[in-house]
């Protein structure tokens, strides 16, 4: 900011640095995925993922540290939450996955924690993202991904950003769906979908399932059926995520047979649906991961 006086840069630069995290850990993968683990101030830390793409890269950030929701199979969830990252703190990630790899295409809410638990701090910090004076990133560029808590769909429904919305939804019954996500253990399959269907209606854009699958879990070819019939009429389009493994989760990824014959029983049955291709397997490559490794050792 060469348009302010000298004293005046020296200043805010020893008062108000534009980025308080430190990069503690950049890990890449020969695949082209790069992991960050930033040390904020206070000790906690967090991770921001770029990934290359075939129209460029996607970066992929966090909002909390550590989650609330405790999925099963997450490594994100494995200690709970340790708290919610600020506007800033989300931001601060972007700037640093850019100056690092560069500029890039498409932004994903996918990281640690859950949005839906920290969703004010989130939109604040997309709408800095989307604003013209800021990054003037389109929002169908943008993709933000919950378990949907309470009132978490009907806020972005009310939202005046049309972003891509993803459920994280990973089951067809509800009781696998709390077994596998404890923290939402108030909400049914049924009313959940039923607000992604109201948020269609509200803003007319398709929105994701996402279901990672898990070998001998959810990846049967009967669940593949039970998943069609739950999700026929529904205005969806299905991300199948064979599943990152986690030391002492207890969890394994499916083959990529078992993969392929859960996908085509979706096609067959006239559902948009994509098998995730996985990356960064050597970058600590599932959500947490990094964080938690590093913890660890």
């Given at each position: 900011m060469t348009d302010l006086p000298v004293s005046a840069r020296n200043q805010?630069?020893?008062s108000s640095p534009l980025l308080s995290a430190n990069l503690e850990t950049r890990m890449d993968s020969p695949d082209g995925a790069c992991k960050l683990l930033l040390r904020y101030p206070d000790g906690a830390s967090t991770e921001a993922v770029g990934m290359p793409g075939t129209q460029g890269q996607t970066f992929c950030i966090s909002t909390q540290v550590g989650c609330p929701v405790k999925c099963k199979f997450c490594a994100s969830g494995s200690e709970?939450?340790?708290?919610?990252?600020?506007?800033?703190?989300?931001?601060?990630q972007v700037l640093w996955l850019r100056n690092e790899m560069g500029d890039f295409h498409r932004l994903v809410v996918m990281g640690m924690g859950d949005a839906g638990f920290n969703l004010t701090p989130t939109l604040n910090a997309l709408e800095c993202l989307l604003d013209p004076a800021g990054m003037d990133l389109g929002a169908r560029r943008v993709t933000l991904s919950t378990v949907a808590p309470k009132n978490a769909?009907?806020?972005?429904?009310?939202?005046?950003?049309?972003?891509?919305?993803a459920l994280s939804l990973h089951a067809i019954q509800d009781e696998l769906r709390h077994e596998l996500i404890p923290g939402l253990s108030k909400r049914t399959i049924e009313e959940t979908l039923g607000e992604m269907e109201q948020l269609f209606a509200k803003n007319g854009r398709e929105y994701t399932i996402e279901y990672v699958l898990l070998s001998g879990v959810n990846d049967s070819t009967q669940a593949a059926h039970e998943l069609a019939d739950l999700l026929r009429d529904k205005r969806c389009h299905?991300?199948?995520?064979?599943?990152?493994?986690?030391?002492?989760?207890?969890f394994a990824r499916p083959t990529d047979s078992t993969c392929g014959i859960f996908l085509n029983i979706l096609k067959t049955q006239s559902l948009s649906a994509t098998l995730r291709r996985s990356m960064?397997?050597?970058?600590?490559?599932?959500?947490?991961q990094l964080r938690r490794h590093t913890k660890i050792v």
């Amino acid at each position: 900011m060469t348009d302010l006086p000298v004293s005046a840069r020296n200043q805010l630069a020893d008062s108000s640095p534009l980025l308080s995290a430190n990069l503690e850990t950049r890990m890449d993968s020969p695949d082209g995925a790069c992991k960050l683990l930033l040390r904020y101030p206070d000790g906690a830390s967090t991770e921001a993922v770029g990934m290359p793409g075939t129209q460029g890269q996607t970066f992929c950030i966090s909002t909390q540290v550590g989650c609330p929701v405790k999925c099963k199979f997450c490594a994100s969830g494995s200690e709970g939450l340790e708290r919610n990252l600020t506007q800033a703190e989300i931001l601060e990630q972007v700037l640093w996955l850019r100056n690092e790899m560069g500029d890039f295409h498409r932004l994903v809410v996918m990281g640690m924690g859950d949005a839906g638990f920290n969703l004010t701090p989130t939109l604040n910090a997309l709408e800095c993202l989307l604003d013209p004076a800021g990054m003037d990133l389109g929002a169908r560029r943008v993709t933000l991904s919950t378990v949907a808590p309470k009132n978490a769909i009907t806020t972005l429904a009310n939202w005046p950003h049309n972003i891509n919305v993803a459920l994280s939804l990973h089951a067809i019954q509800d009781e696998l769906r709390h077994e596998l996500i404890p923290g939402l253990s108030k909400r049914t399959i049924e009313e959940t979908l039923g607000e992604m269907e109201q948020l269609f209606a509200k803003n007319g854009r398709e929105y994701t399932i996402e279901y990672v699958l898990l070998s001998g879990v959810n990846d049967s070819t009967q669940a593949a059926h039970e998943l069609a019939d739950l999700l026929r009429d529904k205005r969806c389009h299905i991300n199948l995520i064979p599943y990152n493994p986690v030391a002492g989760l207890g969890f394994a990824r499916p083959t990529d047979s078992t993969c392929g014959i859960f996908l085509n029983i979706l096609k067959t049955q006239s559902l948009s649906a994509t098998l995730r291709r996985s990356m960064g397997s050597s970058a600590d490559a599932a959500c947490g991961q990094l964080r938690r490794h590093t913890k660890i050792v």
